[in-house]
């Protein structure tokens, strides 16, 4: 089955640059470590940071999905992506222990609404920081890439928002796509896995 979501208002986020709380190096199948674009610095912001514009959950969320932080089956075709950041309150704390889940279709574009096929859930760290190794979501009509996530503090509200993916033709033609929403991406090893990076800010 395919998605079809509808544009709804949504609030804008502030795009902070900066290094103060860039994660660390990483390396990516045996590729030299190197940095990603930093990642925001909220301690420059004018006021505190904004919170990650929120965004429909679409018709095909489905609860109580396996935590594991590996959406990949052994075989299965697509780009490898693995997606790294942290969550942070607006006064740029780290949330630990977070809750971050997950969904979004396969490389031919169809989800999987039978099973748990790219869903799962997983925490964050003690320092908010997430890891997710997954694949790149295929193209279907009516919407460019995107990948669904809700992220919780403990105790807080969810938010529920969609990530995008830099330079791709559909985004220009998707009335859901926001540029505050797009993983930060660089390419991994060759042509067989990429490595992107989003920090997720929720209000305190």
């Avoid at 190096?25 to 505190?48: D, H, K, M, Y």
């Avoid at 630990?96 to 490389?107: E, I, T």
């Avoid at 509200?157 to 969609?162: I, V």
């Avoid at 991406?185 to 896995?193: D, H, K």
């Amino acid at each position: 089955m395919r998605e079809i979501d509808h544009p709804r208002a949504v609030r804008t986020r502030r795009r902070l640059i900066g290094a103060g709380l860039a994660l660390p190096f990483i390396a990516w199948r045996g590729a030299s470590a190197q940095s990603l674009r930093p990642t925001p610095a909220c301690r420059e912001a004018v006021g505190p940071a904004r919170e990650t514009p929120s965004q429909t959950a679409g018709p095909y969320y489905t609860p109580n999905s396996p935590q594991r932080a590996s959406l990949v089956d052994p075989g299965e075709p697509g780009l490898r992506l693995t997606l790294l950041g942290r969550v942070l309150t607006t006064a740029c704390r780290p949330v630990p222990k977070a809750l971050l889940d997950v969904w979004h279709c396969d490389a031919a574009g169809n989800y999987d609404n039978a099973g748990f096929r790219h869903r799962g859930h997983l925490f964050a760290d003690a320092s908010g920081g997430y890891r997710l190794e997954t694949i790149v979501p295929g193209l279907y009509p009516g919407r460019t890439r995107h990948i669904h996530i809700r992220v919780q503090a403990p105790g807080g509200r969810p938010l529920t928002t969609q990530l995008y993916f830099p330079r791709e033709a559909a985004n220009a033609d998707d009335g859901l796509w926001q540029r505050d929403l797009e993983i930060a991406l660089r390419p991994g090893a060759g042509t067989q896995a990429q490595a992107g990076q989003f920090d997720f800010v929720l209000e305190a």
